[in-house]
């Protein structure tokens, strides 16, 4: 009987599975978008049903199982996804309330108030070693026993989306070190719930999850979802990692000067460390790796695929039909500075270098020569731009850049990818199955679950199916363009806040 592991990754707009042979090759992809289900319900509140994740994480398992040859059985699934949501489970483990997703930012206040018996920012890391960013999970908890107390009283455990799933498998509730890290109160040096910080924030212990190592055994599927899904019973589920932790390592990037970038819904660039480094003015998120001994360092944008997807559908919505090969025809023909025309790409606010979920999205240069090929050049550019200025952070504590290993969605796109190998004057390295390295790398983990040096090895010989090198005659222009782009928000910043009053008072 041939041994095949299955990936999920549990996403902000849909769900991505991929099923592995014992030698780490691909042997299925299955894929769900959730068509608009993020629907917002004022100012900062952005909520997803539960059933719908649950339905497209079990339609990919089942397609997945359906498609396999004769003779082949799935051994172990791995999970990962959205990080800092949270999905508030009883104590059957049904959710009670929809998802409050990791775009969310109601609990400002909330937030607020940690940090006040925190100490600020330095007593903040002394706990935990990272910033309470505007998405953790903790101040969200907070604000629902504020808002929503007699749900809240019913709360057995708060977890985030792919540990939900897990827990609709295998009826167990648990959580892994990444996604622990990201709600804002897990010591990530000493790898436990921060219980002196609880104490100060008063939020309950009791509401958070069992801890365990990305590829620990969670539990087994239960027989009756085993029987929906064609599963054996007895199929084992790990526990997986963060997406911003799991498509690090699944694209290869764990060695020193391979920096990871993600280009999903949101973008992140990251890079592995042999050790827990010191998150000095906390500009960073420091979590603990999927794999053994190592940690990830990380920092991104909000709004990366969910800036092309809004162009798409307000800009060139009479070109839905044709995908995005208009789109990218049209921006290939702009030349780069894109005429004067840049994009700071803030839609959902930003998380670095300032955290400020209420900065919003600019256009600045706009005249009439300009097309729509020119804008969206100039988001792409504005992107990869962003990125750079937040990878200023990530250098205090990485090793110097070699190569970019970029992954997900927006790889897809090369003139994406040239355009951050010009900027970055670096070789970006394209992942094989870009688009699926969370999901890839959650399977190679449940097909190496006990065994961290094989998974090392795994990770580490990631295969790449394309290189970009940097156009060195670009250098002069994208610097220019940089400097330009590091002022827009300081330009900004009381703008955004004037525009957040003034929603606050007349928005609907």
């Known amino acids: 009987m041939k041994r095949v592991y299955i990936g999920v990754d549990v996403g902000t707009s849909g769900c991505k599975a991929a099923a592995i042979g014992g030698d780490g090759g691909i042997c299925g992809i299955e894929s769900v978008r959730y068509d608009d289900s993020l629907a917002c319900s004022g100012p900062g509140c952005y909520d997803q049903p539960a059933a719908v994740l649950r339905g497209a994480a079990f339609g990919c398992i089942r397609a997945l199982t359906r498609g ?24 059957r483990l049904r959710p009670l309330r929809p998802i409050i997703s990791c775009v969310d930012f109601r609990n400002e206040k909330q937030n607020s108030e940690i940090y006040r018996r925190a100490g600020g920012v330095e007593g903040l890391l002394g706990f935990t070693n990272n910033r309470m960013l505007a998405s953790c999970t903790a101040g969200k908890i907070l604000w629902m026993r504020e808002n929503e107390p ?92 963060g997406d911003a932790v799991m498509q690090t390592v699944g694209s290869g990037a764990v060695r020193p000067g391979v920096y990871g970038v993600v280009l999903g819904s949101g973008g992140l660039i990251a890079a592995s460390l042999d050790k827990c480094a010191h998150n000095e003015g906390a500009r960073l998120q420091v979590y603990p790796s999927a794999l053994r001994g190592q940690w990830v360092a990380y920092t991104g944008l909000m709004s990366v695929g969910t800036s092309v997807n809004w162009l798409r559908a307000n800009i060139y919505a009479q070109d839905a039909a044709d995908g995005f090969r208009r789109m990218d025809e049209q921006a290939a023909q702009v030349q780069p500075g894109c005429g004067g025309l840049l994009f700071f790409p803030a839609l959902l606010g930003q998380r670095s270098p300032v955290d400020d979920p209420f900065a919003r999205g600019v256009v600045a240069g706009l005249n009439p020569a300009h097309t729509k090929g020119h804008l969206y050049r100039a988001m792409l550019e504005g992107l990869a731009l962003g990125m750079r200025e937040v990878y200023g952070q990530l250098r205090a504590v990485a090793a110097p850049m070699q190569c970019i290993r970029i992954s997900g969605g927006g ?39 006990g065994d961290p040096a094989k998974a090392a090895e795994r990770f580490a010989a990631a295969e790449t199916d394309r290189i970009f090198m940097p156009d060195a005659s670009r250098k002069a222009l994208y610097d220019d363009l940089f400097a330009l782009y590091t002022q827009v928000y300081p330009a900004a910043r009381a703008l955004f806040s004037g525009l957040k009053r003034f929603d606050e008072t007349y928005g609907v």
């Open 411 to 449: 790889a897809v796109n090369a003139l994406w990818c040239q355009i951050f190998a010009d900027v970055f004057q670096a070789p970006v390295q394209r992942a094989a199955e870009y688009a699926v390295c969370g999901a890839r790398g959650a399977a190679v983990l449940a097909s190496c679950r």
């Open 150 to 241: 007699e749900l809240f009283s019913r709360v057995r455990y708060i977890v985030n989306p792919k540990d939900y799933v897990r827990a609709a498998l295998t009826g167990i509730a648990a959580t892994d070190e990444s996604d622990a890290a990201g709600f804002g109160v897990y010591d990530v040096k000493n790898r436990c719930w921060n219980e002196a910080l609880l104490e100060l924030i008063d939020l309950p212990k009791a509401v958070l999850p069992p801890v365990l190592h990305a590829d620990q055994t969670a539990g087994t599927v239960l027989p009756e979802i085993a029987a929906a899904l064609g599963l054996c019973p007895d199929t084992v589920v790990v526990a997986g990692a």
């Open 68 to 91: 396999l040859p004769a003779g082949c059985r799935v051994d172990a699934i791995g999970l990962t996804g959205q990080m800092h949501g949270l999905v508030a489970l009883d104590e």
